[in-house]
């Protein structure tokens, strides 16, 4: 049934069917061992395109993580708050400074935060902004606050042109597909890496002007929500 539903709808529908059908299984809700087995890493390749294509298809990372935390049922209430780490800087590179616009004149600054839901750290942000191209009131609450920057800049009705987006673990190893003996042999015993998924983009004004440059890594909080279980 499987193989047939593949040829018709193709493979990312079978990881979502397979992951559909695990998921109605069952009563009792726990957090999922991603690890523990081929149909588990198929699942947690489900999970991780589908927050992958969330965050590709909107502008505002903080408000996708939100709606993550909502929908997964991480926290009550599921909020998304940053926690700014402080002591930290990094200066622009000069491939970030052109993608930014900028001429050595001009300021840049840098700024890390945690996005959190509830206790969980669902992501690192490492943002460079120039706060020229921001209002004084933005910069004064990201300068004195922990407020998450998409939350701070929203009022810009801002644009998110993605740069890279990486999956840094592979739940499948690669080339399992073509393996004649079948992929439970492929699959090491290894445990999840803290780090799943990093985005870099560049947010502009509506008129194009860039104004941040952001690395988001995801960690392996964004898969820690209960779901049912035989």
Same mark, same amino acid.
């Given at each position: ?43 947690a390749v489900a999970v991780l395109q589908t ?11 903080? #408000? =996708?993580? !939100? ?8 926290? $009550? +209430?599921?909020?998304? &708050? ?16 052109a993608e930014l616009g900028v001429v050595p ?28 191209? #921001? =209002?004084? !009131? ?8 922990? $407020? +998450?920057?998409?939350? &701070? ?51 502009? #004004? ?7 440059e952001v690395i988001e890594t995801y960690t ?11």
């Amino acid at each position: 049934m499987i193989a047939a539903f593949s040829k018709a709808f193709g493979a990312g529908s079978v990881l979502l069917l397979c992951a559909s059908i695990v998921c109605k299984a069952g009563s009792s809700a726990q957090t999922p061992n991603w690890t523990g087995g081929f149909l588990a890493r198929v699942e947690a390749v489900a999970v991780l395109q589908t927050l992958n294509a969330e965050l590709l298809s909107h502008d505002s990372a903080t #408000l =996708t993580l !939100e709606r993550w935390c909502d929908v997964h049922k991480l926290a $009550s +209430p599921p909020r998304i &708050v940053a926690s700014r780490v402080s002591g930290v800087d990094k200066v622009p590179t000069p491939e970030q400074r052109a993608e930014l616009g900028v001429v050595p004149a001009d300021a840049v600054r840098y700024r890390r935060v945690k996005l959190m839901c509830g206790p969980l750290v669902l992501s690192e942000a490492d943002n460079w902004y120039v706060p020229s191209r #921001l =209002t004084p !009131e933005m910069n004064k609450l990201l300068d004195t606050t922990d $407020s +998450p920057f998409g939350a &701070v800049v929203r009022p810009l009705h801002f644009h998110r042109h993605t740069l890279s987006s990486t999956l840094l673990w592979l739940p499948l190893p690669a080339g399992w597909e073509m393996n004649p003996t079948g992929p439970l042999d492929l699959i090491a015993d290894q445990p999840m890496p803290p780090e799943l998924l990093q985005h870099i983009a560049v947010l502009t #004004l509506p008129d194009g002007t860039p104004f941040s440059e952001v690395i988001e890594t995801y960690t392996d909080k964004v898969l820690a929500f209960p779901m049912t279980r035989p």
